[in-house]
Nanobody, 124 residues
Framework: QVQFVESGGGLVQPGGSLRLSCTAS????????VGWFRQAPGKERELISC???????FAVDSVKGRFFISRDNAKSTVYLQMNVLKPEDSAVYYC??????????????????WGQGTQVTVSS
């Protein structure tokens, strides 16, 4: 499983924007699908967006039209542009590849994979 470092989270007012980044440490991402997940307090972790090795992407209904995933393979980095943020978007955000290393979405990481993630708090 590819190891990532997530960054870019913070405190933002409702309606604001953030761009999250996740960079793979010491790995080339070209052939991997990568998913962005989030976990809010008291809730299960959920996949919210995913990008395949050939940059096909999807997003769940709750973020569709507001969140946009992209990748820069030269930088081994996947981004999540988050616009029109809502309080219910507050969560720790993580990225991950599939445990089997596949190149298409969705991705299912190992249960024990998760890194530190990056905290997003949407509040006035």
């Amino acid at each position: 499983q590819v190891q990532f470092v997530e960054s870019g989270g913070g405190l933002v007012q409702p309606g604001g924007s953030l761009r999250l980044s996740c960079t793979a440490s010491g790995r080339v991402l070209n052939y991997y699908a990568v998913g962005w997940f989030r976990q809010a307090p008291g809730k299960e972790r959920e996949l919210i967006s995913c990008i395949s090795d050939n940059s096909l992407s999807f997003a769940v209904d709750s973020v569709k039209g507001r969140f946009f995933i992209s990748r820069d393979n030269a930088k081994s980095t996947v981004y999540l542009q988050m616009n029109v943020l809502k309080p219910e978007d507050s969560a720790v955000y993580y990225c991950a590849t599939d445990s089997g290393g596949k190149g298409y979405c969705p991705v299912f990481p190992n249960d024990d994979y998760w890194g530190q993630g990056t905290q997003v708090t949407v509040s006035s």
